[in-house]
């Protein structure tokens, strides 16, 4: 199944196109208006140099207008065989489509919304025949019924003409697509943009990754910059200021001679407020006990760091090198 993106916006344009296997591009006069495009012209031969494949409006009030803008379009310097030609369906459309298919040019015979219109699109040799579901369904017509007759009779008749599946609304209309066998589908850049998206796919490439981080990363390149750090002499009111300008829930406190004397956490203050009462603030570091710190080497794998804080029940680590602290491994770091 062919699969084209269907716009007029040359970001959306580009972005889609950079997948790299987009059959081509369909757009349409109101896209452009909505895009405040003047120089149309101008932009089918910008948009013809992105795309592999163009599908371009071809107007005229007779076959033979028709066939005349179609004419001054590829005098422009359009590639026939990378140019297809609208055309709205009606008893002169199909006989401009005749006009254009014996000139060896591509037609895409569109806004189709009976198997009749797509049955004289398909004996005048359309290239394509394109109904518009969204359109249909907003008028309470079983759309999907349309394309799947319209695809039968392709099959049945041996028509070389390729069923388009057209104003697509959502992921469903796609999964609509395919399981009726169009030939081709036009689709907006944001439901393009859906089609890969599954939380249970989400779920598993996260853990893979996070997976990775623990087996090749080691704690000295996951910790942050900043190394919260204070000396015992610190009173405990400037310490909490200190764990806000750190941007940390816990700082590691030190000795005089530069070693670990214990880690004081927000829950350590709001235990001590609550044990001894709000008078505790005025107190320093050096006069509070503290349970042994749990530390980790700088040099080992995340692995270890993850199987220290499932065993310990804790959200930081004090990290080492040579004994000394150089920063604090928090829980959410072994994810980033």
């Known amino acids: 199944m062919e699969l084209y993106l269907d716009s007029a916006n040359l970001k959306e344009i580009e972005e889609g196109f950079k997948l790299g296997f987009l059959n081509g591009l369909t757009t349409t006069p109101t896209f452009m208006q909505k895009e405040g495009i003047s120089d ?3 932009t089918i031969v910008k948009l013809s140099k992105i795309v592999p494949v163009l599908q371009i409006e071809a107007l005229g009030n007779t076959a033979e207008e028709v066939l005349a803008e179609a004419e001054r379009q590829l005098a422009l310097g359009l590639d026939k065989n990378k140019t297809v030609f609208k055309i709205p369906v009606s008893l002169e459309g199909v ?3 005749k006009l254009l298919r014996d000139k060896g040019l591509l037609v895409n015979v569109h806004l189709v919304y009976t198997l009749q219109q797509a049955y004289m699109a398909m004996q005048a040799g359309a290239t394509y025949v394109c109904p518009l579901v969204g359109r249909l369904q907003d008028q309470g017509h079983d759309a999907l019924a349309l394309v799947e007759q319209c695809v039968n009779a392709v099959e049945i008749y041996g028509y070389k003409t390729k069923i388009m599946f057209s104003s697509v609304r959502n992921v469903e209309h796609v999964r609509n697509a395919i399981n009726i066998g169009v030939h081709t589908i036009t689709v907006p850049l944001k439901v393009m943009k859906q089609l890969t998206e599954n939380n249970f796919t989400t779920v598993g490439t996260d853990q893979f990754i996070m997976d990775t981080r623990l087996m090749m990363v080691k704690v000295k390149e996951a910790i942050k910059s900043v190394n919260p750090l204070v000396p015992e002499s610190t009173s405990i009111t400037d310490a909490i200021i200190k764990m806000t300008e750190f941007g940390f829930g816990a700082i590691t406190v030190t000795k005089a001679d530069g070693s670990i004397k214990g880690v004081f956490t ?16 005025g107190k320093k570091l050096s006069e509070i006990e503290y349970r042994d710190p749990i530390t980790i080497d700088g040099d080992v794998l995340l692995n270890e760091a993850n199987a220290l804080f499932k065993k310990t029940n804790v959200d930081t680590i004090v990290v080492t090198n040579g004994g000394k602290p150089v920063g604090m491994l928090d ?6």
């Not at 927000?266 to 603030?281: A, E, H, N, P, Y």
């Not at 829980?331 to 980033?336: P, T, V």
């Open 95 to 97: 006989r401009a489509c």
């Open 266 to 281: 927000d829950g350590s203050l709001r235990k001590l407020i609550q044990d001894k009462g709000r008078d505790v603030l």
């Open 331 to 336: 829980i959410q770091d072994l994810k980033s």
């Open 40 to 42: 149309i012209d101008g």
